[in-house]
């Protein structure tokens, strides 16, 4: 599967996705800005992204841990996730996601 | 302002900065740690106290916060001193040799050896990234509460939906000419009963409560006048204001440590893989915050970096002893330092 990332710039990234991995971990590897403090356990909103282009209706709904986390993060929208909490899967080949402002 | 002298200071008590003492005190260096948090612990505390983790060797399951009770615990017989709520700002070399590490409280740390065991940095507020904020923080933009006294008669607005949020708003709202919470959800991850008092204090009048999110800072000379907020319903509108006080949580930047003239390489210290000494003889990088061929960033290696560290902290600081290497389980003499013979 595909992820295709936008950048703070702007810039976009098409990234190797891998099953089982989390969206947070991807962009991480692959050198992206996203700072993941906590490491991916959900407790400090740092792997902010917007899940773009009619993809976050086809997420998988953000649990109570989530949603409370994305109490921490900034410029919060509706389409707002934390990266660490979604899994790559085939379904999701070609997700669009940005990185958020830090 | 106040000097102290001592063998090692190490900046960041965080799992690793605690086992460094411990490691240091088998080896009777006397050691000061310095952290920006007001408790030890560093993101064990900071960030998943009660989180579990399971790969510490010998304790199967343990949460941030215990792996702290339990190394405070360890270092106890070692007595180190804490010096809490300081950022480690400034590391002079003195013609002694010797090493002075300021704080921003203005204290300072003479010693031969400097440990940094900071891991991502300094904990700092989360700055909403809001055009042109800079501009007024410390004016009419704080991102904590020191002095209550100093915000009244303000008309101020406070963002967040944590327990910082609502407890300032539940605490501030006496004493502010007028003050509104806003915050980008009705629902909010602070504790259900500050919940329920800002909920009462909204419905008598006392506060407002806009869901919103803030876009845009209107005043001049840091001088805040008001901002801009925007939801999906009402699009965007201005609320006056002459205070904001947003309340994100706590983010990790490396902070003053950049500019110690350490090698630095994408904020990470190298370090040399016998002694984790920096290129700068006399500092150490243990922890997160060193880098070399094979790291890892696990509690587990930084206690093992911390061990090494500490053999050649001891010829810094001794040159004319003799390190004698014994272990804990026969040495009567470090059973004695540890209390228990």
Redesign the interface.
Known sequence: MKIIATDREGAEHTLKGRDGWTVMEILRDAGLPI?A???G?C????CHVYVEDGWYEKLAKPSDAE????????????NSRLSCQLTCAPELDGIQVKIA?? | MSTIETDVAIIGAGPIGLFAVFELGLLDLKAHLVDILDRPGG?CTE??PE?PIYDIPGLPVVTGQELTDRLLEQVKPFHPTFHLNQMASGLEKLPDGRWKLSTDADEHIIAPVVVIAAG?GSFVP????IPGIDAYEGKSVHYAVRKMEEFRGKNILIA???DSALDWTINLAPIAAKLTLV???D???AAQHSVNQMRELAAHGKINFEVA?VKALHGDGGHLHAVTLSN?EKKEWEHACNTFIPF??L??KLGPIADFGLNLTENLIGVDTAKFQSTTPGIFAIGDINTYAGKL?LILSGFHEAALMAQEAFHICRPNEKLRFQYTTSSSNLQKKLGVA
Request: proline share 10%.
């Open positions: 700072a403090e906590c490491g356990a407790a400090c909103a740092t949603i409370d986390m994305l109490d921490m993060a900034l410029a919060v929208e509706p402002p830090e | 993101q960030l998943y989180k991502g989360k700055r909403p990234p967040g939906g944590g915050h980008h959800r629902g909010f991850r999110s999906p994100f949580g983010t990790i960033k």
